[in-house]
């Protein structure tokens, strides 16, 4: 039996490219959503759909105590239909839930079903002002106001849960800003983008690589973050596409 993968916020932007390259890796995947509506298109992608609210925290543990998965991928986000700025502000009061009670939910779960393995999504573009490019140990920007300020919280308060899980090896993937399909940019946008398929490859990437866990900036080369740690340790590199998905078909890739 191939090993077992609960991906959480499997029919989001990251998770649908996801799930086919886990399922093409050889896992059986289970893929989360708290709609019941978008269960056949888990389907459609190899999926094994299980409808579940991330912040009913008693029916999440049910399912993955049921599932025990030996990993969970954590790719849950809430955010408006082509970020629309008039959303943007209850938007990330909703994502920055999402990344502390809902993380805390799902680590709980994973620790219970005796889970051995968390990757949890972040984003790279929270780091404190300081010297360029950015990498893993500086600091991020506590001291931000605002929306800003709301964001960064979330993303500490997701880090710290998904860090701090006894028994669980725990890797973040520090993610720039999504283009490419089933996101909301054609082309490369913002201080640190990456196409949405080389992020999905982080993913996997991790759970064969980062046998320590840890923090991984995974965005393109440019001045202001540095992923050269997640090229090092993980083999990752921001052209990964599907291209390389084919090549692991035939059972050439590494």
């Known amino acids: 039996m191939s090993e077992k993968i609960f991906v959480a916020g499997a029919a989001g932007a990251i998770g649908s490219m996801l799930v086919p390259l886990l399922i093409d890796t050889g896992y059986t995947v289970y893929g989360s959503t708290r709609r019941a509506e978008r269960a056949h298109a888990l389907e459609a992608r190899g999926a094994l759909p299980v409808v579940v609210d991330v912040f009913d925290a008693e029916a999440l ?49 994973a620790l219970a079903a005796g889970s051995r393995r968390l990757v949890a999504q972040s984003i790279a573009w929270m780091y404190a002002p300081g010297p360029l490019p950015h990498v893993e140990e500086h600091p991020l920007d506590l001291e931000a106001e605002g929306l800003r300020r709301v964001s960064v919280d979330g993303v500490a308060a997701l880090e710290r849960s998904v860090l701090a899980a006894a028994g ?78 084919e090549r692991q078909r035939q059972g050439v890739a590494s």
């Open 61 to 109: 543990r049910v399912a993955l105590k049921r599932i025990a998965p030996t990993a969970v991928i954590h790719q849950l986000t809430d955010l408006p239909p082509d970020l629309d700025p008039k959303l943007m502000a209850d938007a990330a009061h909703r994502n920055a839930r999402v990344r502390t009670e809902g993380t805390r939910n799902l680590v709980a779960a």
């Open 168 to 245: 669980l090896t725990a890797t973040v993937l520090r993610h720039g800003q999504f283009y490419g399909p089933g996101t909301w940019n054609a082309g490369p946008k913002g201080t640190c983008p990456v196409h949405v398929e080389a992020a999905a490859w982080a993913a996997v990437l991790a759970l064969r690589h980062a046998e320590g866990g840890g923090i991984f900036n995974i965005a393109e080369d440019g001045p202001d973050v540095s992923s050269e740690k997640a090229k090092r340790e993980l083999g990752w590199h921001a052209s990964l596409r599907l291209r390389q998905r």
